[in-house]
């Protein structure tokens, strides 16, 4: 009977288990839903932002006879100090989640430490701050609580330190890493360059339609104006993208845990009637074999 009530133990033990990961299947769910409505307005947003920085980009091109020369798209082919913004998440219970995330970083900075570049890691979450010091790995910067609440003005305070050291020599080129948001199902590490802006992706030689009028005085202050306000949003986007791959990856983390268990519980269960029906067979033949002795 000790061995009935330990299985019957470990039931009751799996079946809380199994609420508790479809509670949190749910809520993760739900807040996915708010962070996927706000990735796709702030998607919107952000490829006016490349728009109208392409046009003004393009327009300085076209009337400099040496081409764009601006601080903020000056690439260096073989960059010697290099910024790596990695994203992660402050809480686990998000299947490999964070893991894919460090895995590319630590990928990427190998990679350059191959070439001869120093590299300065800046850490967004808890999981990759605690992943980088347990492996006595140097961080130039951390925060936490950013990656699990993303605001703007927090974002670009964090991003604005990156891009003085940019523009004042220190570093060479900006990468920020993250795990994004594909569909309910499927994430994907993205690795963004964000300084210097890459021009190539700009289509900065395709003919304009556009109507917009600047004067030749007021294109370097309307460029850097912009060019400040795109890296912001891009470190801002990327938290709320790695946001959303958050809530996609724990649902369908919770919901595996949750289909586990049931099939535990449900293998239990076999266990326990099995071992009732022993129980019950076991005391048949000593009744049995009690009466037999009597006669």
Avoid: W
């Avoid at 020599?169 to 300084?195: A, C, F, K, P, S």
């Avoid at 003919?207 to 005085?217: G, Q, R």
């Avoid at 076999?270 to 009744?287: D, F, G, H, P, W």
């Amino acid at each position: 009977m000790a061995n009935l009530k330990e299985i019957k133990r470990k039931i009751g033990s799996v079946k809380n288990t199994q609420k508790t990961t479809n509670a949190m299947k749910l809520v993760s769910s739900a807040k996915l839903k708010r962070t996927e409505e706000l990735a796709k307005k702030s998607r919107v947003y952000a490829e006016k932002l490349t728009e109208l920085l392409t046009e003004i980009a393009r327009k300085m091109q076209n009337s400099n006879s040496d081409g764009l020369d601006n601080v903020y798209f000056k690439d260096d082919k073989n960059p010697k100090k290099i910024d790596i913004i990695l994203i992660t998440a402050d809480k686990g219970l998000c299947g490999g989640f964070n893991s894919q995330t460090i895995k590319s970083v630590n990928a990427l900075l190998k990679e350059y430490q191959n070439t001869g570049a120093k590299v300065r890691l800046r850490a967004v979450g808890r999981k990759g701050i605690d992943f980088f010091k347990f492996n006595n790995i140097e961080l130039s910067d951390e925060i936490i609580g950013l990656s699990a609440s993303p605001d703007f003005k927090s974002a670009a305070e964090f991003i604005s330190e990156v891009s003085e050291s940019y523009v004042n020599g220190d570093t060479d080129r900006v990468v920020i890493v993250h795990n994004g948001y594909v569909n309910m199902i499927t994430q994907e590490v993205r690795v963004d360059q964000v300084l210097p802006v890459d021009a190539s992706n700009m289509e900065l030689d395709t003919m304009s339609t556009s109507e917009l009028e600047v004067e030749p005085d007021d294109d370097d202050t309307l460029l850097d104006a912009l060019v400040k306000r795109y890296i912001e949003y891009t470190m801002y986007y990327s938290l709320i993208d790695s946001l959303a791959a958050e809530h996609s990856a724990r649902m369908q983390a919770m919901d595996a845990a949750t289909k586990n268990a049931k099939e535990m519980v449900k293998e239990l269960n076999v266990k326990y009637n099995k071992a009732r029906q022993e129980a019950i067979t076991t005391e048949l033949i000593e009744i049995i074999s009690g009466m037999e002795s009597l006669k």
